[in-house]
């Protein structure tokens, strides 16, 4: 089956930088993508990666290594509304999508 | 204004009572997914759809239905619910381009099964 790990928890302040590990089993792979989370709310997405390397959209960067089966999500210049839940996803072109269980950003002033 | 809609956004219901919940999409999406939410946990698939008339299990699809029959709609189906279907559904879309590495989701429907 499909798996993904992330930390659960995960703790900074505010005006720091932030990295969210993610590693992944899974067969068909497509891509691994991101998403946010505030409590309560629709998951919004954050960025993707179909291939190795680095993303970068604003304060957030993806990374992706296939070869290690492993992504990170970065989130630079943390402020108080970063506060949310992140949650990695991999993904194959056929439909499959599987989440991890997500990770808690709690940004302190 | 791109999105996708769901309805209703809360619901209580009573064990056996069949309910269908509604996902709609103005996007022109290929793809379309419905996934659940427990506490503590990620987004479970339950079922997708490809396009039209083509829809496949995920992970979790036990007790549920779908239908495909238009493009823009998704419906999710529970034939006879039961407590432990309580939980937050979101459905979701996505361009063929990318996959499913870019989905759009409604806004949630929080379900109770007493």
């Known amino acids: 089956g499909q798996s993904l790990e992330q930390p659960s928890e995960v703790t900074a302040v505010e005006g720091a930088i932030v990295q969210i590990n993610c590693t992944y089993q899974?067969?068909?792979?497509?891509?691994l993508s991101w998403y946010q989370q505030h409590d309560g709310g629709a998951p919004t997405f954050l960025s993707y990666?179909?291939?190795?390397g680095l993303e970068e959209t604003g304060r957030f960067s993806s990374f992706l290594s296939r070869s290690d089966s492993y992504g990170y999500l970065l989130l630079q210049e943390l402020q108080m509304k970063d506060s949310a839940s992140y949650f990695c996803?991999?993904?194959?072109?056929?439909?499959?999508?599987?989440f991890g269980d997500g990770t808690t950003l709690t940004v302190k002033p | 204004e791109a999105q996708v809609t769901q309805n209703p956004r809360y619901l209580i219901t009573v064990t056996g009572k069949k309910l269908t919940v509604t996902c709609s999409q103005n996007?022109?999406?290929?793809?379309m997914s419905w996934y659940r939410q427990d506490p503590g946990l990620g987004l479970r698939q339950i079922y997708y759809?490809?396009?039209?008339?083509?829809?496949d299990k995920g992970d979790v699809p036990e007790g549920y239905k779908v239908s495909r029959k238009e493009k823009r709609n998704f419906p999710l189906i529970l034939e006879s619910p039961s407590p432990n279907q309580t939980s937050l559904y979101f459905c979701?879309?996505?361009?063929?381009?990318?996959?499913?590495?870019?989905?759009?989701f409604g806004a949630g429907t929080r379900l109770s099964v007493l």
């Open positions: 996803a991999d993904n194959t072109n056929a439909g499959k999508s599987t």
């Open positions: 996007m022109n999406h290929e793809y």
């Open positions: 979701a879309s996505s361009s063929s381009l990318s996959g499913q590495n870019i989905q759009y």
């Open positions: 990666n179909a291939l190795d």
């Open positions: 899974t067969s068909g792979f497509y891509g």
């Open positions: 759809s490809m396009n039209v008339e083509v829809t």
